[in-house]
């Protein structure tokens, strides 16, 4: 705890002299190596303390500044050590202010009355008449966020979640607002009832007002030129720049904002990017995209979502105003002037291409397209599997996670393939065998939930998805085996014998937590019981689940052997273990092959055009391989290969282990 003494008769003098003047000079206290020299034109009012003023600070173009107080007025307010203060238009209010701090060129820093900046704030999330508001907070994970908007069903939860949200909230309530260490706050206006965390940058900004700007070292946040933010928090390593505006909206964590977007009662999680476009009560789960000026989402829940150029959505239908709501599920996108009309349910890593207006629910048929003909929405169950897009995407999201901050408040899994994802393909596969059984074998087209499902495509999604499912169950049955020596049959089945019961049934994708919903159902009925009564609890339970993911995923993959291979796994030899290898290496192999295939559309003479603008054929060729590469030594095209290559090698070395024990 800092000492502070109060100033001499001499420093009193002195700092007079220097154009100071106080309300009361027996309210100012100093640190004990306090020295009058760079403290000129400041006015004091009510309790002060101040810091010492020793060093200089470097400012871009290479211009040095001595830390002191210029031109301010400070009302209640505390400077760490080496800070510089200067040209504050109105005055500074209410706040401790760390040390090696900046501020300059402000109009107004204030708290007013006791805040919880930002914390409890209700974003209207899906529903802009309300009924799924979302308590904002410091601590608040898109996992949290979930249960709270969707979760209605339980009301007793719901109040529970409140109940710990504002306890939250009122705990860090507080009449003194703070801004940290090593901050910079340039040439703003005003900011009022703000907390302010470690190495923030503010540079430009319009106002700020009633919110929590999380910075830290370890992951810094940069406030831009003309934002503005009403009842906002702003999580570690975000950046918001270039007009945008923000009311009610709570910003994760590597979260880029910029270009004139606009956002109200929305919420945007780790790694979520918006330039340029609107979004009104949305969901944006982990990695929703969107860069485009005519994009507008709207009353719609996403994740690994990337949004076309003119996007947009409707949630009213003219009749009882906007109450209806959509979801995307993970890892869908929509193309260039794509349009759906809520209600509807876009399944898991789907394409949505054309206006959609007859509320499809897809969510049991994922990796598809859905594409418009004439006012009609058209199905290909599975065919995104073979997309190199879906393959070069899942490649990426693990790359683009910026978060640098250790404290990571999202738990994301990246996998493609999971029993989230395989359970619906089986579910799939049963809706288009009796798509085919009900409406007979030689149909040349089908009808399931509004759309429209041509022959040729029901019998491709169902091989697409059955090749998935083996390489799914082959991948996990691989992992289970990997690296030991068996010498019997019955070791291989002590092997495979799941280590705990949890993972059977249903499977959940919680806004980028992928996690059995037993457990989920564990985790909410310790909420409404009282046993979960802190966020950190309830951050704890989702860092369990994701912790053990692969333990509870095996355990789902050893129960489907089953019922897809037809073995008992309880009886299973080392012979059938080969069989299902042979089985996944052929997948495997089959879907690289058809990526690898759909890849080379992208080298095609077509793909050419626009290229050698003014040459011959030679000319256009030499000049798409200088900007794009040539074919067969692109890095994700060697990489598809490279991976039938080592899949194939890391099947024949279980098989061979395997033989060994068959004998």
């Known amino acids: 705890m800092k000492e502070y003494r109060k100033l001499t008769e001499d420093e009193r003098l002195r700092l007079m002299a220097q154009s100071c003047q106080a309300e009361n000079w027996d309210a100012v206290w100093v640190d004990k190596r306090f020295a009058c020299d760079y403290v000129q034109h400041t006015r004091f009012s009510g309790e002060v303390r101040l810091g010492v003023f020793e060093a200089d600070f470097t400012l871009p173009g290479g211009v040095r500044k001595h830390a002191g107080l210029h031109h301010v007025l400070l009302h209640n307010v505390t400077v760490g050590d080496n800070c510089l203060i200067e040209n504050i238009q109105n005055y500074i209010a209410n706040y401790e202010i760390g040390d090696d701090t900046l501020i300059e060129n402000v109009d107004s820093i204030l708290v007013e009355g006791v805040s919880t900046f930002g914390n409890g704030v209700e974003v209207a999330v899906l529903n802009e008449t309300g009924g799924r508001e979302v308590l904002i907070n410091d601590k608040l994970s898109a996992h949290q966020a979930y249960i709270l908007a969707l979760y209605r069903h339980r009301p007793e939860l ?114 979520c990017q918006g330039e340029n476009g609107e979004a009104c009560a949305i969901f944006a789960g982990p990695f929703t995209v969107t860069h485009h000026k005519s994009t507008l989402l709207i009353a719609g829940m996403f994740s690994f979502m990337n949004a076309g150029s003119g996007s947009n959505q409707s949630n009213h239908m003219y009749k009882l105003g906007p109450i209806h709501q959509g979801t995307l599920e993970r890892g869908a996108k929509t ?105 007979g074998e030689t149909s040349e087209i089908y009808s399931y939930q509004s759309a429209k499902i041509r022959s040729s495509a029901l019998n491709k999604g169902l091989r697409f998805y059955e090749i998935a499912i083996h390489k799914f169950l082959g991948n996990s049955l691989i992992k289970r085996l990997e690296g030991i020596h068996f010498h019997s049959d019955e070791e291989i089945r002590r092997r495979l014998r799941p280590d705990t019961q949890i993972g059977l049934g249903e499977w959940v994708d919680i806004s980028g937590l992928i996690a059995p919903k037993s457990e989920i159902d564990r985790l909410i009925d310790g909420i409404e019981t009282g046993a979960i009564n802190q966020l950190k609890g309830i951050n704890a ?56 295939e759909d890849a080379k559309k992208e080298f095609s003479l077509s793909s050419m055009t626009g290229f050698g603008a003014d040459g011959s054929h030679d000319d256009m060729r030499l000049d798409f391989e200088q900007v794009r590469g040539d074919f067969e030594s692109s890095p994700f095209v060697t990489a598809v290969l490279k991976h039938v290559d080592v899949k194939t090698a890391l099947g024949n070395e279980l098989i061979e282990r395997m033989e060994q024990v068959a004998g």
């Open 158 to 271: 719901i109040s529970r979640m409140k109940e710990i949200a504002d306890f939250y909230s009122n705990k860090h309530a507080s009449s003194v607002g703070t801004i940290g260490h090593h901050v910079m706050i340039l040439n703003s206006g005003t900011l009022r009832n703000v907390r302010i965390g470690d190495c923030c940058h503010i540079s430009g900004a319009c106002r700020l007002s009633n919110g929590s700007i999380n910075s830290n070292e370890a992951a810094p946040v940069e406030i831009g030129h003309g934002v503005i933010c009403d009842d906002f928090v702003i999580s570690s390593g975000s950046t918001v720049d270039d007009g945008t505006m923000l009311t009610r909206c709570f910003v994760g964590q590597a979260c880029k904002l910029g270009h004139n977007y606009s956002a109200s009662d929305s919420l945007f999680f780790s790694n």
């Open 335 to 439: 193309t260039s002037d794509s349009y759906i009309l809520w209600p509807a349910r876009v399944g898991a890593f789907s394409l949505v291409m054309g206006r959609h207006v007859n509320h499809a629910d897809t969510t049991n048929l994922p990796f598809s397209y859905l594409i418009e003909d004439r006012n009609t929405t058209y199905l290909v169950p599975g065919v995104n599997l073979r997309s190199v897009g879906t393959i070069r995407d899942a490649q990426k999201w693990p790359k683009r996670d910026k978060r640098t901050d250790p404290n990571r408040l999202d738990y994301i899994n990246y996998n493609l393939l999971s029993p989230y994802t395989i359970q619906k393909m089986f579910a799939g596969c049963r809706i288009l065998k009796d798509l085919k059984r009900v409406s």
């Open 541 to 596: 339970a989702f860092a369990e689940m994701h912790a053990n993911y692969y333990t509870y995923e095996w355990t789902w993959a050893y129960s489907k052997i089953r019922e897809f291979y037809g073995f008992d796994p309880e009886t299973m030899t080392a012979r059938d273990v080969i069989t299902i290898v042979q089985a996944w290496q052929k997948a495997v192999v089959n879907l690289d092959r058809q990526v690898y």
